[in-house]
């Protein structure tokens, strides 16, 4: 068996953002400065981190950032109308409201009211139908980066069986989604499946994304198969913080003939993809510009 390939997320961002950051240039020279909101309520210490990586990540980019912070017991309400205020502002592309919201403000609710050519993240119904359908609409970005990593790394994924395991909003089913939508083969398994080990057996493509440390053992890999931990898990060992991944690393790099690290796999692909999809959302904001890069829908 040859040696396990580490599949570089932090290289393959920077590819991304470098870009970005000239596709930036274009709009700036078009009159059109990309701007990205960003809203965080409450004062969750990792939100705050995801938050603040993101608005640095756009800055770098030359995307303009706005950063709103509301507190943890403020009413929906307040929420919903900070929504309407940058859904109705020309200069704002690109809207994201951190997840999770503290538990009294209804998540659906407040997706559901960001505008659709704004939804960065691509959580708003309309951007999630037109992702099942097949469509060219604005997508999430984790599982945007994952199958990414996932194309630098096969090439073609037509035909390949790609096993997902979890089936959250935010990545495991929109991540079955654009893996369809590349002909592969899925399945999706979570945490009340059977024969876990099995079906992962079967798979050429792994996605972890469950949210269980180091769940995926070597030996539920097929020799030669690719695997992309989606998981960020924070594990004191010893008194000391460790950040593990879904899968248990040190056994699947003895199968897997590609993984993605953890830290430095995935996550710096999700920040970068936002910046993509800030772009896109300014796109359709102004058709006019860039007709370079592929059309996408304006959902209804
Ligand atoms: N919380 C964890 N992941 C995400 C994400 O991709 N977007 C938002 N808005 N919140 C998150």
Request: charged content about 20%; glycine content about 8%; overall charge neutral.
């Amino acid at each position: 068996m040859s040696a396990v390939t580490l599949i570089d997320g932090k290289a393959a961002a920077a590819r991304v953002i470098a870009e970005v950051t000239d596709e930036v240039k274009v709009f700036k020279a078009n009159g059109i400065a990309p701007a990205l909101a960003v809203v965080l309520v409450g004062e969750d210490p990792a939100s705050q981190v995801y938050v603040r990586n993101k608005v640095r990540r756009a800055e770098e980019c030359g995307i303009r950032s706005l950063e709103f912070e509301l507190p943890s017991q403020c009413q929906a309400g307040r929420l919903l109308a900070l929504i309407d205020t940058l859904n109705a502002d020309a200069s704002v592309h690109g809207i994201l409201v951190q997840l999770p919201l503290p538990a009294h403000i209804d998540e659906h609710l407040v997706l559901q009211a960001i505008a659709p050519v704004k939804d960065v993240d691509g959580f708003h119904a309309a951007n999630v139908g037109g992702l099942t359908q097949g469509r060219e609409v604005l997508t999430p970005c984790t599982p945007a980066g994952c199958l990414r990593l996932l194309q630098d790394t096969c090439g073609d994924l037509s035909g390949k069986h790609a096993v997902v395991i979890g089936r959250s909003n935010i990545v495991g089913k929109p991540m079955a989604a654009l893996l369809l939508k590349a002909h592969c083969t899925v399945t999706v398994v979570h945490s009340r499946s059977t024969h876990l080990p099995e079906l992962c057996r079967l798979a050429d493509i792994v996605v972890a994304a469950v949210g269980r440390p180091r769940l995926v053992k070597g030996d539920w890999l097929k020799d030669g198969a690719v695997v992309i931990d989606v998981g960020i898990n924070r594990l004191d060992e010893g008194g000391r913080a460790r950040l593990v991944g879904d899968v248990d690393f040190d056994s699947a790099c003895t199968r897997a003939a590609a993984i993605t690290p953890v830290p430095g796999g995935v996550g710096p692909m999700t920040i970068a993809l936002l910046m993509k999809n800030t772009l896109a959302a300014a796109r359709l904001q102004h058709s006019s510009v860039d007709r370079s890069q592929p059309a996408m829908e304006i959902p209804a």
